[in-house]
């Protein structure tokens, strides 16, 4: 039936009840007129009827059952997020299009990012921002997110995915996932142990594209703590070697004269290298007065002898301040700066 009010055909009618059915047997000659007494406004149109009837005029009436618009439906997270630890293993997130009710439903999409704490770095099974696509009713995409170690007794890291940009479909609730990781680590080298603990620390955030932390007007006496994945998880395949880089001068700002920087999985540590490591002297930490320093990591074999060894399932600190290898201020005057790169490699 179309959603015409009114609609002239060339018919004779007869009726023949079986039941609660009705037939209508049409031949030709005839003009009877089909009233369709509330149409459904919806494109593309079908009646279904919840009664016909057939007046002495040869009017037929069709009242056609109560129907709603046709929906494109909503995409959204099929859950707002859980709490776990960090040895969990990956995480699986859904989304999901739903409620669509047209009967040929054209492909709906929406953009998908996710922003870790910063300085921390999970694994994604993705690369992302990615955009999604849900071609029916029910079509879904999954990925995993991997927490990454936490030092023992730091505060809990968040990863948080949003779905924004939603085309043919609407987003729906909820459009924002957030994955909340705890440590799982009571000791063995977490921070309940270091020795050493810092009279002012900063944290230094990590950008997540170029991998580089600016260590900015750090003052003496001052700590600043960067924290870092042992391995990098990449399309194709894990990264087991890094090179921790730091250089100097940030332009515009007072570069140290003297640092020293050194790897724990505590922050402000510069005291417990980390466990297992059997390498040479300054291989996990050391002071220098150049312009550039450089550690250099391994998270899996070959091991050399003159890298430092790290757990390729937990996230390590890289602690930073201005000190020289006696022991003398590698910042005179004010505060002092430099760049801090993470280079990762086969």
């Not at 409620?99 to 054209?106: D, R, V």
């Amino acid at each position: 039936m179309f959603a015409s009010t009114f609609r002239r055909v060339c018919v004779r009618v007869t009726m023949i009840l079986f039941g609660s059915m009705v037939a209508v047997i049409a031949s030709a000659q005839t003009k009877t007129t089909i009233r369709l007494l509330n149409p459904p406004t919806a494109s593309p149109s079908f009646c279904t009827y919840d009664s016909l009837t057939v007046n002495k005029d040869g009017t037929i009436e069709v009242q056609c059952a109560s129907s709603s618009p046709d929906s494109p439906g909503v995409i959204r997270f099929t859950s707002s997020g859980p709490t776990v630890l960090d040895n969990v293993g990956p995480v699986t997130v859904t989304v999901q299009r739903s409620g669509t009710t047209t009967t040929s439903p054209t492909t709906a999409t929406a953009s998908l990012s996710c922003q870790p704490s910063s300085g921390y770095l999970p694994q994604f099974s993705i690369a992302l921002p990615k955009t999604l696509s849900f071609p029916t009713e029910g079509s879904q995409e999954t990925f995993t997110i991997t927490p990454a170690a936490l030092p023992a007794n730091s505060a809990p890291a968040t990863v948080t995915c949003t779905l924004t940009g939603a085309t043919v479909a609407q987003l729906g609730t909820p459009s924002v996932f957030t994955l909340t990781v705890n440590t799982s680590s009571s000791g063995g080298g977490g921070e309940s142990n270091c020795v050493t603990s810092p009279v002012a620390q900063t944290y230094s955030p990590l950008n997540e594209n170029t991998r580089r932390a600016s260590i900015r007007n750090l003052g003496p006496g001052q700590v600043a703590a960067v924290r870092f994945p042992a391995r990098l998880q990449t399309d194709q395949g894990p990264k087991s070697g890094l090179d921790l880089i730091l250089t100097m001068p940030i332009p515009g700002l007072q570069a140290p004269t003297g640092w020293e920087m050194a790897v724990s999985e505590c922050a402000g540590d510069f005291v417990n290298i980390p466990p297992g490591n059997n390498v040479a002297q300054g291989a996990c930490g050391y002071s220098d007065v150049n312009l550039e320093g450089v550690l250099t990591m391994r998270s899996a074999e070959p091991f050399s002898f003159f890298a430092c060894r790290l757990d390729p399932a937990k996230s390590y600190f890289l602690n930073v301040r201005w000190r020289k290898p006696w022991g003398e201020s590698g910042c005179p005057g004010g505060s002092c700066s430099a760049y801090l790169d993470l280079s990762y490699s086969n």
